[in-house]
Structure formats: structure tokens, C-alpha cells
């Protein structure tokens, strides 16, 4: 079954302790990225990768990392989260070619408190 | 200016009823559009994409775009009480993988 898999679904942390959002797409697409998401303000593009070892920054990046060592994933790290940081996180795929939809994880809650 | 705008509403209709949701983007050389569903702490599952000027219907589901207003709407017929959820419109921009949201609007569907 193609999908976007993101652990953990569900997570309360400290300020200042550091996270790893992980992200894994089977379907063998160049482009991924992640998304936060807020009330009243939608979904934003945290960070993008057109594919293996190329990564850049989308509209609200500070404050997180990505990395892309491999096609299959793409894992957001908060390094030092702050509590403005508590949002809903989603990880989406789509082949870079073409126009077609994006894929979604199933979204991770995070609650930095 | 808001690349992606959608009303918040929420949005009320009977059950039965058109739903009529809209959205207008701004940059004139977006080419792809994208209806998603989000239910409530869920993740958006798509519903309809639309490339070309026009209607596209698929079930229950038509999208319309006309490029040279920016405008992109989704009408949903029969609205049924299931179809309660946020709508977001998307929007393929500046000519790469990048998707623009809007931030949604909240459709509720009365019994």
C-alpha cells in the first residue's frame, strides 16, 4: 500500500529537549516536505527536498532541521523546541514530475511545553 | 495580499443541499489546483484536482477554475451529513513541487 508514514503520532516534550519527527514514503518520490499547521493560519511549508542530499528552507523554517540521506526519508529534528512550536506536523510526498497531488502522512501533535 | 484565500466560514448547508466553496490565488502562473478534506486532527485527503479552465465533476464533486479571475470553487451536491469538515484549496506555485494552502474552510452539513 503506497503511504506516508510519520512516528511518533502523538508527543509532549520539555523546552529545550531535543526531537526527531521521522517520516518514510514507499512510493519511491523525489519531493518531500513538511508542514506545520496552525488555527487560523493553515498549512505552512516548513522545509523541502527535491530529493537525496537537497534540502531548503519553505516559509517558516526556524527553529528546525531536516536532513535527506536517503529517497524514502525525511526526518524534521527540533533541536531546542519552544513552545510556540506546539502545532500539528505533517510530512507529504509527490513525484517531482507532473502534475499531481500530494501525499500526507498521518500527522504527528506535538505539545512542547 | 494572501497567495491562497479561502473564506473560514463556518459554512452551513442543509443536508441535501450545494455546498459552494471558493478560492482565489494570486500568482497569475499557477497551473495546478487541488481540493483537499480535512476532518478534524486528521490528515487532508485529496478530493478533487483540476488543471485546465473549466468544470471537472467526479460523483458528488465538481471542481471549477477560470484562470483569468484566479478563481477556483468546489461545489459539492447532496450534501451529506459526512461532508462536514475544512476544506482546503491548494495551489501548485511558482512553477515547481510547491503547494500553497489556504487556510481552509469549515463546511457543516445540517441534518
Redesign the interface.
Known amino acids: 500500500e503506497a503511504q506516508v508514514t510519520q512516528n511518533p503520532r502523538y508527543l509532549i516534550t520539555v523546552t529545550g529537549k531535543k526531537l526527531t519527527v521521522t517520516c518514510s514514503q514507499n512510493m519511491n518520490h523525489e ?1 518531500m ?1 513538511w ?1 506545520r499547521q496552525d488555527p ?6 516548513i522545509y ?1 527536498s ?1 530529493n537525496v542530499e537537497v534540502t531548503d528552507k ?1 516559509d517558516v523554517p526556524e527553529g528546525y532541521k531536516v536532513s535527506r540521506k536517503e529517497k524514502r526519508n525525511f526526518p524534521l529534528i527540533l533541536e531546542s523546541p519552544s513552545p510556540n512550536q506546539t502545532s ?1 506536523y ?1 510530512c ?1 510526498s ?1 513525484p ?1 514530475a507532473g ?1 499531481t ?2 501525499f ?4 504527528t ?1 506535538l505539545t512542547v511545553v | 495580499q494572501k497567495e491562497v484565500e479561502q473564506n473560514s466560514g463556518p459554512l452551513s448547508v442543509p443536508e441535501g443541499a450545494i455546498a459552494s466553496l471558493n478560492c482565489t490565488y494570486s500568482d497569475r502562473g499557477s497551473q495546478s489546483f487541488f481540493w483537499y478534506r480535512q476532518y478534524s486532527g486528521k490528515s487532508p485527503e485529496l478530493i478533487m484536482s483540476i488543471y485546465s479552465n473549466g468544470d471537472k465533476e467526479d460523483g458528488r464533486f465538481t471542481a471549477q477554475l477560470n484562470k483569468a479571475s484566479q478563481y477556483v470553487s468546489l461545489l459539492i451536491r447532496d450534501s451529506q451529513p459526512s461532508d462536514s469538515a475544512t476544506y482546503l484549496c491548494a495551489v501548485r506555485t511558482g512553477g515547481g513541487n510547491k503547494l500553497t494552502f489556504g487556510t481552509g474552510t469549515q463546511l457543516k452539513v445540517e441534518l
Open positions: 519531493y516536505s508542514y487560523g493560519l493553515g498549512l505552512r511549508q523541502y527535491m519553505g500539528l505533517f507529504a509527490t517531482w502534475n497531488e500530494a500526507f502522512g498521518q500527522g501533535r
